[in-house]
């Protein structure tokens, strides 16, 4: 059984569907959830999403005791292309695959076991240390180009090649889904919030649809899910928590659908999840719709920012 994620994820049927255009509802929020749909879904898939550990471009001044001038003599920044792990990084993955490990032993075998990361270094290297004894037994883990920070102007958000990923990573990565286009604009506009949230639609549709595509045989579906938090928020939904995620940190989501027929595959987070975070009282769609307007608004100012720079770059 070990073959079939990566089966699925070659599959002709996904070439260059990753979902229909949806119209976004409810802005996403949770909603309120009885007992009897919890204990409905107890079998549900469910989906662990993993913050990318720290990377060269995260180094900064502050947390790591270097000047200004010594950072900029080596070059660490946001405009770092596509950078590796940190030792920092490196450590936070150990942690974390510790945690991660124990509630992988938990699972039943057999289980669906698909790893998906972002198209970048720092996510592959995190879903590499964090989830080895996933990797072990489905072989590969898939790169999706819909998992990309929202932000495409900085150089450590550069999406890295198919070919280049091949070279460095090889057997270890399904890298099929890396030179997909999906719906949508490209370039700074790909930043705005609306094009985000389509993307991140798109993409839990089409986690949503290898869940159903896997259930009559694998009913008990994990999978794990490493993104820049920048576009967790918009994949989860939940953005009163916003950035406050540790690097490293997991959250574990299952569908609000349980029959996983939600045009828009919204998620929700597991009550044990949300305990484990110390959560005490889930957010109400009003503040999520607050939070989220403010982070909007950050999305909006760094595009209006980008245009402004191009056009900056274009007249000189």
Request: aromatic share 8%; with cysteine; proline share 6%.
């Amino acid at each position: 059984m070990s073959a079939l994620p990566y089966q699925i994820g070659r599959s002709k049927i996904y070439n260059g569907a990753a979902a229909p255009p949806l119209a976004f509802q409810d802005n996403h929020t949770n909603k309120a959830i009885s007992a009897a749909y919890r204990r409905s879904i107890a079998m549900a898939p469910t989906i662990t999403v993993i913050r990318t550990a720290e990377a060269l471009h995260n180094i900064n001044a502050t947390s790591n005791f270097l000047t200004r001038d010594q950072l900029e003599k080596l070059n660490f920044g946001y405009d770092l292309p596509d950078p590796y792990l940190t030792s920092a990084g490196l450590m936070q993955c150990a942690d974390a695959s510790v945690r991660l490990g124990e509630e992988l032993a938990k699972e039943p075998d057999p289980v669906l076991n698909f790893v998906v990361t972002a198209p970048s270094k720092r996510a592959i290297q995190t879903a590499l240390l964090c989830v080895a004894p996933s990797i072990e037994r489905l072989g590969s883990i898939t790169i999706h180009r819909a998992l990309r920070p929202p932000n495409p102007t900085h150089g450590c958000n550069q999406i890295a090649s198919r070919d280049d990923l091949d070279k460095e990573f090889g057997n270890l990565i399904n890298s099929h889904f890396v030179d997909e286009e999906e719906p949508g604009v490209a370039g700074p506009d790909a930043m705005l919030p609306e094009n985000v949230e389509e993307r991140a639609r798109g993409f839990r549709a089409w986690l949503q649809d290898i869940c159903k595509r896997a259930s009559a045989e694998l009913p008990d579906s994990s999978i794990y899910v490493v993104a820049d938090v920048e576009f967790i928020v918009y994949l989860t939904g939940d953005f009163v928590s916003g950035y406050m995620w540790d690097r490293c940190s997991s959250r574990s989501y299952q569908f609000v659908d349980s029959n996983l027929e939600d045009r828009d595959a919204r998620l929700w987070e597991t009550d044990e999840s949300f305990r484990k975070r110390n959560g005490k009282m889930r957010a109400p769609p009003a503040d999520q719709a607050f939070s989220k307007s403010l982070i909007d608004s950050s999305l909006r100012r760094q595009h209006t920012a980008s245009k402004a720079e191009i056009k900056t770059v274009l007249l000189s």
